[in-house]
């Protein structure tokens, strides 16, 4: 079993501004998800990007998936207030967690 | 997207007694759920894999004995903290995977415990 490492732990933007999160993890896998977790709620699943897919977007996200370097990235674009939360990456059909990267975006 | 309610959202108990928390999947059957614990400003702890008709799976650590779990349809599952002690006081989150779709966790409002 693994869990993704997201990297950094803690992000501070400035509404408007784009927003990029890391993840990393280290043995193969069929596909990657990412999640998120509003302070005191469950988590919301945002996307799964499969490992035969380089990229993907789902309206202001963007993530994107290098099998070679065991690697993701999730860009969130023109942030807003609301998009202030922990988010979390899933490496394969896993269930375990990381710590996440806590983004505060300042309206 | 499929959806999974947790009852209650909070509850607040005595020491030494038990509390159930309920999980359910709303619009599909999950032959599967997962129970997760959360302390504050940390990460979620998966406790135990929760499977219809059969015992629960636990993850190493998580006594099974205080933690029970009851998968009994494919609708519901429970969480039964046996004999609570502050040191429970947590937020429990629970998840399903819908199998018509493909991988994706969803999950619970989840449910935040006070043992006083």
């Known amino acids: 079993s693994q869990q993704g490492e997201e990297d950094p732990q803690a992000l501070s933007i400035q509404e408007g501004e784009n927003a990029t999160m890391n993840c990393s993890y280290k043995t193969s896998i069929n596909n990657l998800q990412w999640y998120r977790q509003n302070s005191g709620r469950g988590l919301v699943h945002l996307i799964l990007?499969?490992?035969?897919?380089r990229e993907k977007h789902s309206g202001r996200l963007r993530v994107t998936l290098d099998t070679s370097k065991k690697s993701s990235s999730l860009l969130i674009t023109a942030s807003r207030a609301a998009d202030t939360a922990s988010y979390f990456c899933v490496p394969g059909n896993q269930f375990y967690f990381g710590t996440g990267t806590s983004l505060t975006v300042i309206p | 997207g499929a959806v999974v309610s947790q009852h209650p959202s909070w509850v607040i108990c005595k020491s030494g007694t038990s509390v159930k928390i309920e999980c359910r999947s709303l619009?599909?059957?999950?032959?599967?759920m997962f129970w997760y614990r959360q302390f504050p400003k940390q990460s979620l702890m998966l406790m135990a894999t929760?499977?219809?008709?059969?015992?629960?799976?636990?993850e190493q650590g998580v006594e099974k004995d205080k933690f029970l779990i009851n998968h009994a349809s494919l609708t519901l599952s429970t969480l039964t903290v046996t004999s609570a002690h502050p040191e429970d006081s947590s937020f429990y989150i629970c998840?399903?995977?819908?199998?018509?779709?493909?991988?994706?966790?969803?999950f619970g409002p989840g449910t935040r415990l006070t043992v006083t």
């Open positions: 619009d599909f059957q999950a032959t599967t």
């Open positions: 929760s499977n219809e008709g059969s015992k629960a799976t636990y």
């Open positions: 998840s399903a995977r819908d199998p018509a779709g493909a991988y994706e966790q969803y």
């Open positions: 990007i499969r490992s035969n897919e």
